[in-house]
C-alpha cells in the first residue's frame, strides 16, 4: 500500500536529463546462451571464490563452481551446462583494467540444472538460511555487490527499525531495476518477506523515483494483499537520490554518522534486484546466475535483457541490432558513476546493471579545465554536504591528511560536483586519486608497521633465551654451591648424587694446581738490572695479579 508519510530532503543534488525512455519501451527479453562465458570469481566484495572445478570437468547450470573463501565472500556457479576450458587471469570489468581469475566455460547448448531444492524457510534456522544465501552467491545487485548474508545479519545489538527496498534507480540511462518492478512485483515481494523473516524489521518501505509510475503501481499491487504492511513511496526524481544514504534520509530523515553504517541507525537497504534473487535462491533453489542488464545508448534498440553472467559485452551489445559505426567505449553502469570498460570483450557480471555504449555526440569530450573561481556551486550540489572545493585543492596539493580532516572518505563520488562546476574540473577524479594515494600508504605502512613488529618480536625472542639461559646457568651454581662437600678420596659415596660435580671441581683444581706450578717455573724476564722502583712496582702489580687470582679461584669454588 502507498503510504503517505513525510518524505524529507538531502542538500545538493542535480537533475541530469534522464535518456530512462530509449530502453524503457520494451519488455525485458531473455539473452541467448552464449557459446563461451568468462565467469570472473571476484564479482564480489570480499574475498576470491575459491575455484572447486578442474580445466575438462563437465559442469551443469547452476553447479558452484567457485566457494566462498573466508566471512566477506559469495559463492560462483556455472550459468550454464558445459565444460570448463580454463582457469586463468582474464580481462574483467574493472576501473582498474587489471585481469583477475575466471572460469571459461563453453556451452553444451542443453542448459541443463542442477538439482534445485526450494527450501521452506519459515522452518529454518536463521544462520542456516543466512548461509543458503552465501551458498547461493547472493550479493547486492545495486552495484555494491556486498554480500548479502552478512547485511542480513547486523547481529544481536543492532536491532533494524526499518528495512528500506530500493528502487529509486536514479542514474540517467539505466531501467533494468524499472522493468524488473514492472514484470516481476510479485517475486521481488516474496524475496522482502524472506528479508523480514531473517531481521524482523518494523517497518518496510519500497522507495521509487516518481517518474517510473509503472513501477510504482506494480508494486503497489503486489503489496496489496499481504499479511503484513509494506509501504511503497514515490520518492522526488533528483540524482543521487537513489544512494542508499540519500534514500534512507528521505524516508526516515535519519542519516549514518559519518564513517558509520546505516545499521547504526537501525535501517538496512537492499536493492529491488537482490530481493528478487534471494526469492529465486530460497524458493527456486537457484543461485545468482543471470540478472537484468540494461543496454543503451548509441544503439539500435536500447532494451533489458536477462542475460546469463560470463555473457561477453559485445555479444549482449550485438542483441541491440548492429552496432553504430561511432561508438568509441562502452561505460558499465550510469554515465555519473560508471566507468568505461577496457573492451567490449570482457564478461558481463553480477555487478554489470548497465551497459553504454557511448560516441562523442551522445557524450561529447569536456572543455579543457579552467581555475577554480571559489564559486561554491560544488558545495551546493553535493549530497554529502563536503566541501568538494577544499578537498579538490587538498587533494591537488597531495595534502592527504588535510583531504581526510574535511571527510574524503564520506564522498560517494556521485560525480555531482564535477556536473555543476563552471570551471570544468574533473573534481571526482582528484578524489579518487587521493583516496588511491592514502589507501596505497595505509598498504605501505601496514607492511612496514608488520616488518617492525617481527623485528621487535625476533628482538625480544633472543633476549629472552638469553635470560632463560642466564637463569639456567645461575640456578646451576646455585645447585652447586648448595651441594654437600664432595667425599674425601676413598670415602663411600652411596648416594653417587654429587659425583660429577666432585670429579669437575678436582679437574678444576688440578688445572689451577698446574697452572700455579707453571707460573712457579717460569723466571720474570728482562727483571734483571731494574733500578729498585721499577722492581716494586713489578712486585705490586705481580701481587695485585695473584689477589685476583685468588678471587676468581675463590668465585670458582
Ligand atoms: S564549482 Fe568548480 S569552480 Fe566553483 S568552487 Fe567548485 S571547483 Fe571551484
Ligand atoms: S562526488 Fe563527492 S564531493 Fe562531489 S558531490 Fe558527490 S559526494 Fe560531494
Known amino acids: 500500500m502507498t503510504n503517505l508519510r513525510s518524505l524529507y530532503n538531502f542538500n545538493g543534488g542535480v537533475h541530469p536529463p534522464q535518456h530512462k525512455e530509449v530502453s524503457a519501451g520494451r519488455p525485458i527479453v531473455k539473452a541467448p546462451i552464449p557459446s563461451r562465458l568468462t565467469i570472473p570469481l571476484h564479482q564480489h566484495i570480499g574475498n576470491v ?35 570448463v576450458s580454463a582457469i586463468e587471469m582474464l580481462s574483467v570489468p574493472h576501473p582498474s583494467g587489471l585481469p583477475d581469475l575466471c572460469i571459461v566455460l563453453e556451452s553444451d547448448g542443453e542448459d541443463t ?57 536514479c542514474e540517467p540511462w539505466i531501467t533494468c531495476d524499472d522493468m524488473l518492478m514492472r514484470e516481476r512485483a510479485d517475486e521481488i515481494v516474496q524475496g522482502i518477506e524472506i528479508m523480514r523473516y531473517l531481521m524482523r524489521p518494523e517497518e518496510i518501505l519500497i522507495g521509487i523515483e516518481d517518474n517510473k509510475p509503472e513501477a510504482i503501481a506494480a508494486m503497489q499491487a503486489a503489496c496489496s494483499n499481504l499479511h503484513f ?21 528521505v524516508l526516515t530523515n535519519k542519516e549514518p554518522p559519518s564513517g558509520g553504517r546505516s545499521t547504526d541507525i537501525g535501517v538496512q537497504c537492499f536493492n529491488v534486484a537482490t530481493a528478487y534473487s534471494i526469492h529465486r535462491a530460497i524458493n527456486h533453489g537457484e543461485p545468482v546466475i543471470s540478472r537484468i542488464v540494461t543496454v543503451t545508448g548509441n544503439v539500435t534498440l536500447p532494451q533489458n535483457f536477462e542475460m546469463l553472467i560470463g555473457t561477453p559485452v559485445n555479444e549482449l551489445v550485438a542483441l541491440t541490432g548492429t552496432p553504430k559505426a561511432d561508438t568509441n567505449r562502452y561505460i558499465m553502469g550510469g554515465p555519473m558513476m560508471g566507468f568505461d570498460l577496457p573492451s567490449d570483450r570482457v564478461p558481463a557480471i553480477k555487478a554489470t546493471n548497465c551497459i553504454i555504449a557511448a560516441s562523442p555526440r551522445l557524450f561529447p569530450q569536456p572543455p579543457a579545465p579552467m581555475q577554480c573561481i571559489r564559486c561554491t556551486r560544488c558545495a551546493q550540489a553535493c549530497p554529502v554536504d563536503l566541501q568538494p572545493q577544499e578537498l579538490y585543492w587538498f ?12 571527510f574524503l572518505f564520506d564522498c560517494i563520488e556521485c560525480g555531482c560536483c564535477s556536473y555543476v562546476c563552471p570551471s570544468n574540473i574533473p573534481l571526482v577524479q582528484y578524489y579518487r586519486f587521493a583516496k588511491s594515494e592514502i589507501w596505497a600508504r595505509e598498504k605501505e605502512k601496514q607492511a612496514s ?22 637463569e639456567k646457568l645461575a640456578k646451576k651454581a646455585a645447585a652447586a ?17 654429587d659425583s660429577d660435580a666432585a670429579a669437575k671441581k678436582a679437574a678444576i683444581q688440578a688445572a689451577i694446581e698446574r697452572s700455579k706450578a707453571k707460573k712457579a717455573g717460569i723466571a720474570p724476564k728482562n727483571v734483571d ?17 695473584e689477589k685476583i687470582r685468588e678471587l676468581a679461584q675463590k668465585e670458582i669454588e
Open 449 to 470: 608497521d608488520l616488518a617492525r613488529e617481527r623485528h621487535e618480536f625476533r628482538q625480544l625472542r633472543i633476549d629472552r633465551e638469553k635470560q632463560e639461559r642466564a
Open 481 to 497: 654451591k648448595a651441594a654437600p662437600t664432595p667425599a674425601v678420596e676413598g670415602t663411600a659415596n652411596p648416594s653417587g648424587i
Open 113 to 169: 540444472w542442477a538439482e534445485r531444492i526450494p527450501l521452506n524457510y519459515r522452518e529454518m534456522d536463521l544462520s542456516a538460511l543466512r548461509n543458503r544465501l552465501r551458498d547461493a552467491g547472493v550479493v547486492g545487485l545495486g552495484g555494491a555487490v556486498f554480500p548479502s548474508f552478512i547485511k542480513l545479519n547486523p547481529g544481536p545489538q543492532q536491532k533494524i527499525q526499518t528495512l528500506i527496498i530500493n528502487g529509486a534507480e
Open 229 to 249: 504492511q509494506i509501504d511503497v513511496i514515490p520518492v522526488p526524481t533528483i540524482y543521487p537520490g537513489g544512494g542508499a544514504k540519500q534514500l534512507i534520509k
Open 529 to 545: 738490572n731494574l733500578p729498585p722502583d721499577k722492581l716494586k712496582e713489578i712486585q705490586n702489580i705481580e701481587a695485585r695479579r
Open 395 to 406: 587533494a591537488r596539493a597531495k595534502n592527504l591528511g588535510k583531504a581526510q580532516e574535511y
Open 49 to 83: 571464490a575459491k575455484p572447486i572445478v578442474q580445466v575438462g570437468e563437465k559442469v551443469l547450470k547452476g553447479q558452484m563452481i567457485a566457494q566462498a573463501e573466508g566471512y566477506v565472500s559469495a559463492s560462483v556457479h556455472a550459468s550454464t551446462s558445459g565444460t
